[in-house]
């Protein structure tokens, strides 16, 4: 059975800083693109960013370029959402996820095609 799991979330003040860890559990995600994406309350969840297979990386959300940072560490099956300058509007419910259909990632409007999802990590930014 496949399983993400992500960790790292947490209480943090604005202008502060976490990492996100994505990890799986009975495949090996190295072989696919993995995205990343959150959902606060009572809103609709929105795509953050998706790493390839080959690393490149795109971004679905220009609220958080220039301050989050999608990376993967192949030799320990993990992918990394790197957070910085924090602000209260990124709190949320962080999830990862599989994309099985190309090891690239796919553009923002075929969101809906990742297909295993992680349970989430609570990330809040509060003074």
């Known amino acids: 059975q496949v399983q993400l799991v992500e960790s790292g979330g947490g209480l943090v003040q604005p202008g502060g800083s976490l990492r996100l860890s994505c990890q799986t559990v009975?495949?090996?995600?190295?072989?696919?693109?993995i995205g990343w994406f959150r959902q606060a309350p009572g809103l609709e969840r929105e795509g953050v960013g998706c790493?390839?297979?080959?690393?490149?990386?795109?971004d679905y959300a220009q609220s958080v370029k220039g301050r989050f940072t999608i990376s993967r560490d192949k030799s320990k099956n993990t992918v990394y959402l790197q957070m910085n300058s924090l602000k209260p509007e990124d709190t949320a419910t962080y999830y990862c996820?599989?994309?099985?259909?190309?090891?690239?990632?796919?553009?923002?409007?075929?969101?809906?095609?990742?297909?295993?999802w992680g349970q989430g990590t609570q990330v809040t930014v509060s003074s």
């Open positions: 790493i390839s297979n080959s690393e490149s990386i795109t």
């Open positions: 009975g495949f090996r995600l190295n072989y696919y693109a």
């Open positions: 996820a599989t994309y099985l259909y190309d090891s690239r990632c796919p553009p923002p409007d075929r969101l809906d095609e990742f297909t295993y």
